[in-house]
């Protein structure tokens, strides 16, 4: 009834919107660097190798919460059997990119671009426990970490208990941005669990799901909420940083894109660091996606395929924007001066990535985990 | 139910009033008696034309207020298409904490709303310097022209650790920067929900205070009660009911924002907006967010109902 409703009035908006042909729509959910990145660089430079093309994106927010919006606008214009959708590309968190595939939202596109064969990692084919071979194209590979002050912190905590331990001896000098407010501090949270849960990990991040096994994190959960007690909750992956440059508080966990980008800006003092703790904090891939009913489609594919080349991987993701490139490295580092290249990896070696970047638990766990923490570390 | 029965009960009395001599309706008739029968003949028309204007507003009522609502509390004992108390259980497992911070934040600011606008209201009516007086009375209501979410932005920057405030007091030497904390908690949240409401309803009752009778305050004076003993014993319990219309109307205000909460402390503990809006954005639950809906619902239809009751009160008086 109620998404009848949202899906008929989304269709009445649909048919009072002029589309021109030439103007391709971009989705994106995420912070606000995510529509900065299109506006500012990406989106101008496909206007100038597609003249007469205007691309327009629309930003739905960060955290889960926004590419929620994007699987709502999908299923909404579906269910109301909308012809052409009013998205042409939509750049989605990988957790989402499952459900989407499932329910036949998504155009299987890899294949028919030049630069789907650029693309080996094994988080372009599995999203969280779900097959998405050949729909998705990464855009990047981001990492969460712990960004400090090494005036405050000479010795930063290299291991979640040696997190633990200095939060007990500096009450309110960690902080972290809870569940609700952007993906660093679900990380760090499902990082907990990977190293207090229990179990295994490798089945959390590899499945089979089993309901049981969220009785083990008790032990887990009661710890983080007593260790939340001697935290800052900060308001979101933006509030952790900005909390951190006015020396609110001196560590916490962020993402590595945003820590290098508000480094570059200013918005942070040079001095702050990264580091990764063991046994690991989870990262992932944001993901272009072309939807079935797009009214662009040819144009979409260009578009991506444009985003994904080696060229503007290395210039815009690498060197522009700090993220880990979505294509297989060894594509993207022929393009980049070997300087810029390791400005990646300053604080967090490719080893230690290596060893300690983690994926997300598949989509059920993650959901269990982020409930189970309302219930008995928010509650 | 109640609703269905009643409608049918209308009905019964609608075919009364048609001016036809069955035997129906001549017993109802009688029973009703001569008087309503000779008033409904010339009534049906007109009754039926207040009908046909009514309609347009009643149905845009139904359609955009009525229907929801029970869409949304239908919605909030349905799980999986089936009827169950799963979404409340679900909801007192993870947010009962946030059930309590909520009702009370918007008690306490309720409670100090009424102080302050008794306060305000109280020297616009009793004080004795005009320049004073017409000073306050201009500054008082600023922030009811302010919205919501402005409020939050301001206090944000205002409140927080190394925020205005505290620079303030650090640069005054009333505070060291190491003993400087963060206001963005449940205060901030009360903080805002003061500022905000308590010129709404010192509005209202400094209008109730000025039109009382002055000679009432004038005979305490005479008498040699002092200012603040005429605010209590003689202006408050006249002005009474204006006030306490005026703080359930800030409650329900209160209860239903949700900008303040998200700006000023969207983690845990908070308040049930913030939940909602997570619950829909993040997991489009509707269910669960449905029954936190209902339960503030509740903690409003409470004091709504004092409220009715008042006006009742009023009404027959």
Not at chain 1, 182 to 201: K, N, T
Not at chain 1, 265 to 287: A, D, F, Y
Not at chain 1, 289 to 316: D, I
Not at chain 2, 168 to 188: N, V
């Amino acid at each position: 009834m109620k998404a009848k409703l949202i899906a008929s009035t989304l269709a009445a908006g649909l048919f009072c919107t002029p589309l021109s042909a030439a103007e391709l729509t971009v989705i994106t959910a995420g912070d606000k660097n995510m529509v900065d990145y299109v506006n500012e660089y990406l989106g101008p430079l496909f206007e100038k190798e597609n003249p007469g093309t205007k691309v327009r994106v629309v930003g739905t927010g960060p955290g889960d919460a926004g590419s929620q919006k994007i699987l709502e606008r999908f299923e909404a214009q579906s269910k109301a059997g909308v012809a052409k959708w009013d998205a042409d590309v939509a750049v989605v968190h990988e957790k989402f990119v499952g459900p989407m595939v499932e329910q036949k939202f998504l155009e299987a596109y890899r294949s028919k671009i030049p630069t789907g064969s650029l693309v080996t990692r094994e988080n372009a084919k599995v999203a969280l426990g779900t097959n998405v071979d050949g729909y998705v194209m990464p855009m990047f590979n981001s990492q969460t970490a712990l960004a400090y002050n090494p005036a405050l912190v000479p010795n930063p905590p290299r291991s979640y208990d040696e997190i633990v331990e200095f939060a007990k001896k500096n009450p309110k000098q960690f902080g972290y941005n809870g569940i609700k407010g952007g993906a660093s501090g679900v990380s760090f949270v499902m990082g907990w669990i990977y190293a207090y849960g229990g179990g295994d990990p490798q089945k959390l991040m590899n499945g089979p799901f089993d309901p049981d096994e969220a009785k083990n994190w008790d032990k887990a959960f009661a710890s983080l909420k007593e260790f939340t007690r001697n935290a800052t909750l900060t308001p979101g992956n933006a509030g952790t940083l900005d909390m951190l440059s006015r020396g609110e508080i001196a560590i916490g966990p962020v993402w590595v894109d945003m820590f290098y980008s508000w480094k570059a800006n200013g918005q942070l003092p040079p001095e702050m660091k990264l580091v990764l703790p063991s046994p690991g904090m989870p990262g992932q891939p944001m993901h272009y996606v072309v939807p079935a009913k797009s009214a662009n489609k040819e144009l979409a594919e260009k578009f991506v395929a444009l985003a994904t080349s080696p060229k503007v991987q290395a210039e815009g993701i690498v060197k522009r924007f700090n993220w880990y490139p979505g294509i297989d490295a060894q594509h993207v580092q022929a393009s980049l001066d070997k300087e810029t290249w390791e400005k990646l990896f300053t604080d967090i070696s490719p080893e230690e990535l290596a060893k300690y970047g983690k994926p997300f638990p598949i989509a059920p766990y993650n959901n269990a985990i982020l409930e189970a923490y309302e219930r008995q570390v928010g509650n | 139910m109640s609703a269905k029965s009643e409608t049918e009960v209308t009905h019964g009395w609608g075919s009364k009033k048609l001016p036809q001599p069955d035997t129906a309706g001549a017993f109802r008739a009688k029973h009703a008696g001569g008087l309503a029968e000779g008033g409904c003949r010339f009534a049906m028309p007109v009754h039926l034309l207040g009908f046909l204007l009514v309609a347009p507003a009643l149905a845009i009522v139904v359609l955009l207020f009525v229907v929801p609502l029970i869409s949304s509390i239908t919605g909030a004992f349905e799980v999986g298409g089936t009827v169950s108390l799963g979404n409340f259980t679900k909801a007192f497992e993870l947010y009962s904490g946030d059930m309590l911070f909520t009702l009370a934040i918007v008690l306490l600011s309720s409670a100090l709303i009424g102080l302050f606008s008794i306060m305000i209201g109280g020297y616009l009516t009793l004080g004795s310097n005009p320049r004073a007086v017409a000073i306050l009375r201009w500054i008082y209501r600023w922030p009811l022209f302010i919205p919501f979410i402005v409020v939050g932005q301001i206090l944000r920057t205002f409140l927080a650790k190394n925020g205005l405030m505290n620079n303030i007091f650090i640069e005054l030497g009333l505070m060291t920067p190491l003993s400087a904390m963060s206001f963005l908690d449940w205060r901030g949240i009360v903080i805002a929900f003061v500022w905000k409401q308590t010129p709404f309803v010192a509005l209202l009752l400094s209008g109730a205070m000025a039109s009382i009778d002055r000679s009432t305050i004038e005979a305490a004076r005479n008498l040699g009660a002092n200012r603040l003993r005429i605010l209590i014993e003689i202006v408050l319990p006249q002005v009474r009911t204006t006030l306490l219309v005026g703080l359930i109307l800030s409650f329900v205000t209160m209860m239903s924002v949700l900008s303040v909460p998200l700006m000023i402390n969207a983690q845990s503990p908070t308040m049930i907006t913030a939940n909602m809006a997570f619950r829909i954005n993040a997991y489009r639950d509707y269910g669960v967010a449905n029954a936190l809906g209902l339960i503030s619902l509740l903690m409003t239809s409470a004091v709504a109902w004092v409220y009715l009751r008042q006006t009742m009160r009023e009404h027959s008086r």
